[in-house]
């Protein structure tokens, strides 16, 4: 199988990273399949998250390894893992324990994007908090 | 309401674009929530994206709008587009003509992260295709 055909149809894991060694993931309800959140995860946290079931990213801003829920309780329990053709993002399926944003949404796309009548766009939130983001947080 | 505060719970689009200037955009399945690729727009594409429902991307590799389907036929008609709390990502609900895949599958995600007893990670393909890709681009 030629290169380009390995990287997209072969069953050899072969990241392409971006130019901060990273892939996109994005981390939906097992069940739902309702996307909860997108983040970023570097090689190290695809192999924990896959050794240790428990979702793990490289958060951008603190520069480390981000065990989701390991502050809030929130944990997302990994059921599988899925990546794209050309290998540069993942699909995490989970069981989210309470809300998976830290604004206390269910998920972090609790706005939609809506254009007015002269073609401006603005948000409207279209969801519910789920939970009180200054109780998650207080543990 | 702070800053920080409006960029999260208000209501004003304030994208917050990464070192080339993008958003993430996760594109699922109106109906079935199913994620069927994850690519990026520029202000301008997600622009186009709501004015037109037509899903608009921007392509990284060859630096120009991306009208999803204008080669292959397997257009996005756009339903509704959700941001996430820090906004740099979207969620794109569309009716997907054909396959979202340029290999012909209908997800990108067709490939399964697997762990063997020794932790190595490879690679399980879990979908058939869609659509034949060679057909998908001889029109």
């Given amino acids: ?9 072969g069953t050899q894991l072969n990241l392409k990273l971006d130019q901060n060694g990273l892939i996109t993931a994005v981390t939906v309800d097992a069940d739902t399949h309702q996307v909860l959140m997108v983040a970023f995860m570097n090689p190290a946290a695809l192999e924990q ?20 829920g390991e502050e809030s ?7 599988s893992v899925h990546i794209d ?3 540069d993002a ?9 809300a998976a944003c830290h604004n206390g949404f269910a998920s972090c ?7 007015d009548e002269k073609g401006g766009l603005s948000l409207r939130i279209v969801a519910e908090p ?3 983001p200054k109780q998650m947080y207080r543990k």
């Fill in 49 to 68: 998250t896959l050794k240790t079931r428990k979702c793990t990213y490289w958060s951008r801003s603190r520069q480390k390894f981000w065990v989701k």
């Fill in 85 to 87: 053709c050309d290998q």
């Fill in 130 to 132: 789920l939970m009180d």
């Fill in 90 to 98: 993942v699909i995490v399926k989970v069981r989210q324990r309470g």
């Fill in 1 to 9: 199988m030629a290169a380009s055909a390995e990287q997209e149809l």
């Fill in 109 to 115: 796309f609790y706005r939609e994007v809506v254009a």
């Fill in 73 to 79: 309780g929130n944990t997302q329990q990994v059921e």
